[in-house]
């Protein structure tokens, strides 16, 4: 007859109201569920009303990103299984690790074009936030960032329904200094360079010289999708294997901590990239399981296909051209920018045809 709660909030009425003497009696008069059920209510009402706001603010941004997965630390990647998770810090002997790094004092443009553009290959570019003195190497460490947007919302999550999910970048930092999740939720934010606070950390970088001609460009601000993205992961987040959209490649600069990035040429289909054919019934397929388990196991499933992997260090840019496969791991706590583009001279025919159909599609918007 009772709700559960109801049972307890009249039992504790009548104890005070019968000052205390009643109390057996009423206890015994109820279900023991229903006591069980109030007083674990209780318990959790009080431990909830002790959190944090960031803590509740996660919360509520943890259920609202992922409603059905009810433990965020299932898997122990921050406890148990730490150990391989740091593994991931290193390279092990046997892979394919060639994706060449190149110091940017000694890339012309000309070169990075016919060398890696033109032939459609990946390569990290090394310094160029040193050699174009960026801003961002001091203004985007978390300190700073803290002191200047601590107010401002990220995105930091999508639900189901496609809506961000955005959070005050001091309760962020909060979380990211703090959680034991096994793939926290990650800062990916496209809005930074269209709002009024956080617009000035458009001074803070410069799109590096080797992908300044980039075919969509030509759309327009306005009708352009989003396209460049502020990044800031905790360690364990990650981005799970994809492909650019609509044929575009991409540049990452990395300003602090180190990421973990796998690369698969266009030709791999979805299903071995994504690590589909490995996986096993309940298992989760976030960036950190499919670098800690699925990996391997496609290694060992596939020695014939190319899988490229490499770290890539603070100040460093990785060139990611269009229909490449790739995913990475935030081995450390990270803040980078990234951007898509459709660099020119990388167009395949069909890519480009491709490209340029979208592109009409969009200008005509
Ligand atoms: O740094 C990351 O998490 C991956 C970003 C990405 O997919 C990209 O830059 O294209
Ligand atoms: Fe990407």
Redesign the pocket.
Known sequence: MFGSSNALVWSINMFILSGGDKCANVWFALPIEAVAASVSTLVIAMADSKKRTWEKRVDDARKRHRPSLKNWSRDGFATTRNPDFIKLRHLERGLNTSIPKIDCSKLSVDDFRKRYEALNLPCILTNIPQHEEWKALQNWTFDSLRRKYSDHMFKCGEDDDGYKIKMKLKYYLSYLENNQDDSPL?IFDSNFYEQEDTKPMMDDFKVPSYFTEDLFSLVGESKRPPYRWF?V?PERS??TV?I?PLGTS?W?TLISGR?RWVLFPPEVSKRVAKGQDVINKGEDDEAINYFVDLLPRSRQSHPDIQILECIQEPGETIY?PGGWW?G?I?LEHTV?I?Q?EALVGALSFFIKAFALTELLFIVKL
């Open positions: 990650y990044l992961g990650g981005t994809h650019d991409a990452n990421k990611v790739h990475v935030n980078a990234t898509v």
